[in-house]
């Protein structure tokens, strides 16, 4: 690591560092490249989730499972980070637990969203707030074209790429949940011209804004 390297991780305070954004964003790239430079535990959303085939065919109820599924998984990976010693080092997550809730507005009826938000509620409880979240904001038609971009992976892996309205609702729900978002310090970060890979150098420029952070909403626009 570069002397500059080591500065900017002398200076980063935050604990625990969790990164948000919709799919195509970027977290996952952005959380690994994080976690290296600061030498963090990388904790990933990896989800291995048996209901969304089904939720992506438009099946009556998958889409209430395949979110309870989400959400347990989550909660006992929060909880097992909690009680371990793992928190006694920095930690970068490319999730944070409440965005739970976007995807749990977008695709459940009123009453499973009744059942779901008590549910909520109750784990909510078990899991410790990141001290920074950095929320990787995005127009839609960039997102859009990142996402079909994707079509070999998903060829991969056999997962349903989600189609392009979906791509648009989910984004303006991720706006919305951040806009009011006031739980922890929180970093905008707007990608649109951002290379996905983060290299040193916008890692570097991207941990001067971590350090000027304080209470409260700072945006930030890569250059």
């Known amino acids: 690591m570069s002397p500059a390297g080591w500065y900017t991780r002398a200076r980063?305070?935050?604990r625990h560092i969790a990164i948000e954004g919709p799919i195509g964003a970027g977290k996952t790239a952005l959380c690994r490249r994080l976690g290296a430079r600061l030498e963090a535990t990388?904790?990933?959303?990896?989800?291995?989730?048996?209901?969304?085939?089904?939720?992506?065919?438009?099946?009556?109820?998958?889409?209430?499972?395949a979110q309870l599924f989400s959400l347990l998984r989550r909660h006992r990976q929060q909880v097992e980070l909690r009680q371990s010693s793992l928190f006694a080092q920095q930690v970068v997550s490319d999730y944070l637990f409440d965005k739970d809730k976007i995807y749990a507005y977008l695709n459940l009826d009123d009453n499973e969203l009744f059942i779901y938000q008590r549910l909520f509620d109750l784990l909510a409880a078990d899991v410790a707030a990141p001290d920074l979240v950095i929320y990787l904001q995005v127009p839609t038609e960039t997102l859009q074209r990142r996402v079909a971009a994707r079509d070999r992976e998903y060829q991969e892996t056999g997962d349903v790429p989600p189609e392009p309205e979906y791509l648009r609702e989910l984004n303006e729900a991720y706006t919305h949940f951040f806009f009011?978002?006031?739980?922890?310090?929180?970093?905008?970060?707007?990608?649109?011209?951002?290379?996905?890979?983060?290299?040193?150098?916008?890692?570097?420029d991207l941990l001067k804004q971590v350090r000027l952070i304080g209470q409260g909403t700072r945006y930030y626009v890569p250059r």
């Open 42 to 65: 990388v904790v990933r959303d990896e989800t291995n989730n048996p209901f969304l085939a089904d939720f992506a065919a438009g099946r009556p109820g998958a889409a209430f499972q």
């Open 12 to 14: 980063v305070e935050f």
């Open 180 to 204: 009011h978002y006031n739980s922890t310090p929180l970093l905008v970060v707007e990608t649109s011209h951002i290379d996905l890979e983060w290299g040193d150098p916008a890692i570097d």
